[in-house]
């Protein structure tokens, strides 16, 4: 006990003890004042505590609320999956103005078509080169891109959409593809009505080979011979134009929108072209007109940079374009005619034509005219489709009757 106090007294005396004392005292007051913290920060850990509560609470509830909402849709499509839905006969003319007529002194149809449509959208584009080619007299309701009220009256919220006069209802139709096909099918044999012909297009609700849940009407390339088979064409031919009508909607549309739409600058472009071959200033008001071309331009420009990489484009996407259009001239040159259809153009020469015509006042077309012996085709096309219209058009004065 005594040496141990000798040597207490010795430390004392030495640099090292008081060092040591010194980190003591430390130790101790940082250990206060931790304390004293911990003291004062006591409610807020309370509250810190609650918040994490109520945060696992609400996630949770979010969690459980979106699982819930999954396993809903999930068994609706599971419901739904495989059903058929016919198509509709709407009971009242839908409550819309106007934008304009095509008369056509050849129809002889007594059709009585009212085409919902954007006037550069390449689906409508595809719908009005077949009316035009055919000579067909039509109405049109030019629908606002941003608020598409023209098709409220319509659970279908895209266009085109075809409504044709059946006695005092009005059969709609869906789907660029299956109007041109029903259309065809009707044109060649008159014998069954369009609304009967309209049943053998049901839409499918189905998962589609991407996995993605659909409303499909499956069968929408092909044409009804409800008495006779076509006379002009033969099945090889039925088939190449099956085979090209869905290349052009399954991958030639698809290098569009990112040619279209490349820069900013080319957005604002195709969009203020949109909007003069439109005449938006005539059906729409300035407000909205504006909100159309600023939202859709920018909109377009950032959405065209994910179809690019959806669909596998080149970096450069006028060379995907150009591509594709080389394909298409590369297989008519093969097959030695003038058109994909011979001397006349075919189904699939309409359809390559319409979408092409959709962009017609886009600088990527016009690269294209200069970069591909695209011209001659397409002119000598513009020239049939033209030729067989008769085509006087009237502005908007009437509501649909
Ligand atoms: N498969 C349809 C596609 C129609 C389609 O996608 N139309 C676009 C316009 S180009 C549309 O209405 N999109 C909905 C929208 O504008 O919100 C057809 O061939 O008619």
């Given at each position: 006990m005594a040496a141990f106090h000798r040597l207490h007294i010795i430390l004392r005396k030495t640099k090292c003890f008081n060092e040591f004392i010194r980190f003591n005292r430390s130790i101790l007051n940082s250990l206060t004042i931790r304390s004293l913290c911990t003291y004062i920060e006591q409610p807020k850990s309370k509250n810190n505590f609650k918040f994490s509560l109520i945060g696992t609470a609400v996630g949770f509830a979010l969690g459980i609320g979106y699982a819930l909402k999954e396993i809903a849709s999930a068994k609706q499509k599971l419901a739904l999956e495989g059903t058929i839905v016919g198509t509709k006969l709407l009971k009242h003319k839908p409550d819309v103005k106007l934008s304009r007529t095509v008369f056509s002194?050849?129809?002889?149809?007594?059709l009585q078509l009212t085409l919902f449509q954007y006037q550069s959208c390449p689906f409508c584009c595809k719908v009005r080169v077949l009316l035009d080619y055919y000579g067909l007299s039509y109405d049109v309701v030019e629908v606002?891109?941003?608020?598409r009220q023209e098709i409220?009256?319509?659970?279908?919220?895209?266009?085109p959409i075809l409504l044709v006069k059946i006695d005092r209802e009005y059969q709609i139709l869906t789907d660029s593809s299956m109007i041109v096909s029903l259309l065809t099918s009707y044109l060649n044999s008159k014998s069954v009505k369009i609304n009967e012909l309209a049943k053998f297009y049901p839409t499918m609700v189905m998962y589609n080979e991407k996995g993605q849940f659909k409303h499909e009407i499956?069968?929408?390339y092909f044409l009804m011979y409800p008495n006779s088979v076509f006379q002009d064409k033969d099945l090889n031919h039925i088939n190449e134009e099956y085979k090209w009508r869905k290349w052009t909607d399954n991958v030639f549309i698809h290098t569009l929108s990112p040619n279209v739409y490349r820069t900013l600058k080319e957005a604002y472009q195709t969009f203020n072209w949109f909007s003069k071959v439109g005449h938006w200033d005539e059906y729409f008001p300035f407000w909205e007109q504006a909100i159309m071309v600023h939202v859709g331009a920018f909109a377009m420009w950032l959405i065209s940079k994910r179809l690019k990489k959806r669909h596998n484009?080149?970096?450069?996407v006028r060379e995907s374009f150009y591509d594709e259009i080389n394909i298409w001239l590369y297989e008519i040159k093969i097959k030695g005619g003038i058109f994909m259809g011979g001397l006349n153009p075919d189904l699939c020469d309409l359809t390559v034509y319409g979408v092409l015509n959709s962009i017609e006042g886009c600088q990527a077309f016009k690269d294209a005219l200069i970069n591909t012996n695209l011209g001659t085709w397409y002119n000598a096309v513009k020239e049939k489709v033209d030729s067989h219209s008769d085509r006087r058009m009237t502005t908007r004065t009437k509501y649909l009757t």
């Amino acid at each position: 006990m005594a040496a141990f106090h000798r040597l207490h007294i010795i430390l004392r005396k030495t640099k090292c003890f008081n060092e040591f004392i010194r980190f003591n005292r430390s130790i101790l007051n940082s250990l206060t004042i931790r304390s004293l913290c911990t003291y004062i920060e006591q409610p807020k850990s309370k509250n810190n505590f609650k918040f994490s509560l109520i945060g696992t609470a609400v996630g949770f509830a979010l969690g459980i609320g979106y699982a819930l909402k999954e396993i809903a849709s999930a068994k609706q499509k599971l419901a739904l999956e495989g059903t058929i839905v016919g198509t509709k006969l709407l009971k009242h003319k839908p409550d819309v103005k106007l934008s304009r007529t095509v008369f056509s002194h050849i129809d002889n149809t007594g059709l009585q078509l009212t085409l919902f449509q954007y006037q550069s959208c390449p689906f409508c584009c595809k719908v009005r080169v077949l009316l035009d080619y055919y000579g067909l007299s039509y109405d049109v309701v030019e629908v606002d891109p941003v608020f598409r009220q023209e098709i409220s009256w319509s659970n279908y919220r895209k266009v085109p959409i075809l409504l044709v006069k059946i006695d005092r209802e009005y059969q709609i139709l869906t789907d660029s593809s299956m109007i041109v096909s029903l259309l065809t099918s009707y044109l060649n044999s008159k014998s069954v009505k369009i609304n009967e012909l309209a049943k053998f297009y049901p839409t499918m609700v189905m998962y589609n080979e991407k996995g993605q849940f659909k409303h499909e009407i499956v069968n929408k390339y092909f044409l009804m011979y409800p008495n006779s088979v076509f006379q002009d064409k033969d099945l090889n031919h039925i088939n190449e134009e099956y085979k090209w009508r869905k290349w052009t909607d399954n991958v030639f549309i698809h290098t569009l929108s990112p040619n279209v739409y490349r820069t900013l600058k080319e957005a604002y472009q195709t969009f203020n072209w949109f909007s003069k071959v439109g005449h938006w200033d005539e059906y729409f008001p300035f407000w909205e007109q504006a909100i159309m071309v600023h939202v859709g331009a920018f909109a377009m420009w950032l959405i065209s940079k994910r179809l690019k990489k959806r669909h596998n484009l080149k970096d450069n996407v006028r060379e995907s374009f150009y591509d594709e259009i080389n394909i298409w001239l590369y297989e008519i040159k093969i097959k030695g005619g003038i058109f994909m259809g011979g001397l006349n153009p075919d189904l699939c020469d309409l359809t390559v034509y319409g979408v092409l015509n959709s962009i017609e006042g886009c600088q990527a077309f016009k690269d294209a005219l200069i970069n591909t012996n695209l011209g001659t085709w397409y002119n000598a096309v513009k020239e049939k489709v033209d030729s067989h219209s008769d085509r006087r058009m009237t502005t908007r004065t009437k509501y649909l009757t």
